[in-house]
């Protein structure tokens, strides 16, 4: 059977880590095919995440997947590397195209050079390279890749190969420079440099490799964030829509309902007044008739039929009375009509009350959280906090509407409380902060003080580290001191900031984001420090107080008003 003839182009057969032609191929799960050496450095440096991706499309694997050779895959790079050789020999392909550096022998149609040499500084093709292999004096010249930059190879000064670095001056010298102008200068082969900078070359791509991976992690981030939202905007236009179908709905069928509630009672007092009414037009047609017959009698000059008349128009005279009837003077309906003016004012500002806050709550639905920048922008965010008294130290005392503390050598009489520290000079706001939040504190102490946030269920009693902010998983602390650096300390681990404390302190959560941080505040916001995690509850501002035995004196913490 005839062998079939397939056309591909080379960089089909590229791999996308060592980008040069697969050796030895291996195909992992989602359809890439890489070197298996290229492959499983890769996921060698990701042995310690225990998740392995595809270099390619960044698809995750997990466990490691067993790599096995692509047969069919190295068969056809085999028979393409044998094409590409017989191509490269034929005439047709030795002849130099844009890119290739020409022979400089070679006259008329020029040829690609395969080499070049730097005592000749010309470059060579395979005929014209021939007596360098052949001729003695020509053996012992220096070949190089072709290359077409041959001056830059050779020293301006001396004539000579430059083969050497120069460290002090960051310049490539030949040996003789190393004698006169860069004598006693720090220099190394080019040689040697090359496998320093190769190393930091590795090191480069290996940085861009994560930097790589970090970033298409953020891009699926964000590809899944956009997702949400507009799965997240597309439920809450349907619920939007049902709600306010529901809620039409339900002021239809009140509405229903007060109009039938209307029209029974006016049913009702109908069908009392109507028969009356048709009762007493019958009554005074029957007395219009006898009107019209004692009128006519008045008049008859027949005195026999006027007596006889007479006596049976008295007796047919005596009606029964008609019934006593007292009618209502104030027959509207004003009252309902007052009640529902009412309630619909009431509703009004109801729905405006609400409707009002539905803005903002849009507006938190953000993809691409940004902190502040300006005061003023954080102060978009300030929020109004107070000092729980049921958690006050018995060392410390509140005051100005519990928006300072200050420590006292003498303890206070407070009552036992279940949320009282009891043995660290602690105190928590009664506010909880969720969402963004922002709030100032001015601070003044000859030792320490420590600004912090914690969950509500942090230890109160008790000298253990789960009591003390900062020290445990509960809580976070910014210690400060007018006579040290300011440390930040969370789980009982340190971070000395080196930076100088500031009186005043501004503190911003953003919550949902889970970023917690601090500021230096005077006519600009100095960011002291920023700390990344997952808040899982809400969270509490607080305060540690300390006593200076040496001055005698105690610390305050007082919560600023921002605005």
Request: aromatic letters at 8%; charged letters at 25%.
């Amino acid at each position: 059977m005839a062998e079939a003839s397939i056309s591909v182009a080379q960089d089909q057969f590229i791999c996308s880590v060592c980008l040069d032609l697969l050796k030895d191929p291996v195909t992992i799960h989602c359809g890439h095919s890489f070197c298996k050496v290229c492959i499983n450095d890769c996921w060698d440096q990701e042995d310690q995440k225990g998740v392995y991706s595809c270099p390619q499309c960044r698809d995750t694997f997990t466990p490691r997947p067993v790599l096995r050779r692509n047969n069919m895959l190295a068969e056809v790079v085999e028979k393409l590397k044998k094409t590409t050789e017989v191509q490269a020999a034929s005439p047709a392909h030795s002849y130099a195209g844009p890119g290739y550096v020409e022979c400089d022998f070679c006259t008329g149609r020029k040829r690609k050079a395969v080499k070049s040499c730097l005592m000749c500084l010309a470059s060579s093709c395979e005929t014209h390279l021939k007596p360098h292999y052949e001729v003695p004096a020509l053996k012992r010249h220096k070949l190089v890749e072709a290359s077409g930059n041959l001056k830059e190879k050779i020293c301006s000064q001396h004539d000579k190969v430059v083969e050497i670095y120069c460290c002090t001056d960051q310049s490539f010298i030949c040996y003789l420079c190393m004698m006169d102008n860069h004598k006693d200068h720090h220099t190394v082969s080019v040689i040697l440099k090359r496998t320093e900078k190769q190393s930091e070359l590795k090191e480069l791509q290996m940085k861009s490799q994560q930097r790589i991976q970090e970033k298409q992690k953020k891009v699926q981030e964000l590809k899944q964030a956009v997702n949400t939202i507009k799965l997240s905007a597309q439920t809450a236009v349907e619920d939007s829509e049902r709600i306010f179908t529901e809620l039409i709905s339900s002021m239809e069928k009140k509405h229903s309902a007060v109009m039938e509630l209307i029209r029974d009672q006016e049913k009702a007092e109908l069908s009392q007044v109507e028969p009356l009414v048709e009762q007493l037009e019958q009554e005074i047609a029957d007395l219009q008739r006898r009107v019209t017959e004692l009128e006519q009698l008045s008049h008859t000059h027949d005195h026999i039929h006027f007596l006889q008349s007479f006596q049976s128009l008295c007796v047919s005279s005596e009606w029964e009375c008609s019934p006593n009837i007292a009618v209502n003077q104030h027959l509207s309906f004003d009252g309902v009509r007052k009640s529902l003016s009412d309630l619909k004012k009431r509703l009004e500002e109801f729905c405006e009350e609400e409707i009002i806050k539905v803005p903002k709550h849009v507006e938190d639905v953000q993809i691409l959280l940004s902190e502040p920048k300006s005061r003023d922008e954080f102060l978009k965010y300030s929020c109004d906090l107070t000092l729980d008294p049921n958690t006050v130290n018995y060392n410390l005392i509140l005051s100005e509407k519990n928006r300072v503390v200050t420590y006292s050598e003498r303890e206070q009489p407070y009552s036992d409380h279940p949320e009282r520290f009891d043995s660290y000079s602690q105190v928590l706001c009664k506010e909880s902060v969720c969402g963004r939040c922002y709030w100032e504190v001015e601070w003044s102490s000859e030792r320490w003080v420590e600004i912090s946030v914690s969950y509500k269920d942090i230890r109160r009693k008790g000298w253990g580290k789960e009591c003390w902010f900062g020290y445990n998983n509960q809580s976070w602390s910014l210690q400060c001191s007018s006579s040290s650096p300011l440390f930040f300390c969370h789980n009982n681990l340190k971070t000395n900031l080196r930076v100088p404390s500031a009186s005043r302190i501004g503190v911003y959560v953003d919550h949902r984001a889970g970023t917690l941080s601090f500021y230096s505040v005077s006519d600009t916001m100095k960011l002291l420090h920023r700390f990344h995690t997952t808040f899982t509850q809400p969270l509490y501002a607080g305060f540690w107080l300390y006593w200076d035995v040496f001055c005698e004196s105690g610390s305050t913490v007082k919560l600023c008003d921002p605005k």
